[in-house]
């Protein structure tokens, strides 16, 4: 089954993002890395440095911490209701890019800056996509 482009343009995205929910579906996190200096970026990108001649989508380690964070208390999406409250995140990737995403399996008072987490995929019913959250490493 192929990833739907009207859904990532719905949510926001372009075609250039189908390498990474393709492997999303795959549960492997992709990164997209400059082949001439090894700098990763999220989302696809150019290097600031080399332009879009030599990027290429990578594995990640699927690690990062916690940089900043918000426990959301009311679902502002009626399909977010079983969830509350739930966790909004933004990590630090080891590779070093920003990842925004959810913190899953952890209780929202264990939830600080620095934690440290994995990833992990969940389908998501609406979409039909396979998105990448994370939990804290044991």
């Known amino acids: 089954m192929s990833i739907d482009l009207a859904v990532i343009k ?13 492997g999303a579906r795959r549960g492997e996190l992709l990164l997209h890395r400059c082949g001439i ?15 879009g001649t030599d990027m290429a989508w990578v594995p990640a380690s699927g690690r990062g911490t916690v940089h900043t964070y ?12 079983p969830h509350v409250p739930y966790c909004v995140a ?10 925004h995403t959810n913190i899953v399996d952890c209780p929202m008072e264990g939830i600080h800056v620095g934690l440290e987490v994995a990833v992990r995929f969940e389908e998501d019913e609406v979409s039909g996509l396979t998105l990448p959250v994370f939990a804290p490493v044991a």
Request: aromatic letters at 14%; glycine letters at 10%; hydrophobic letters at 40%.
């Open 70 to 81: 918000t426990i959301m208390h009311h679902a502002y999406a009626p399909r977010m209701a």
């Open 37 to 51: 200096c090894g700098k990763h970026y999220w989302p696809a990108s150019r290097c600031v440095e080399h332009g």
């Open 10 to 22: 719905k949510l926001g995205g372009d075609h250039l993002d189908l390498p990474f929910w393709e």
């Open 90 to 99: 933004v990590l630090k990737l080891e590779e070093g890019p920003f990842f």
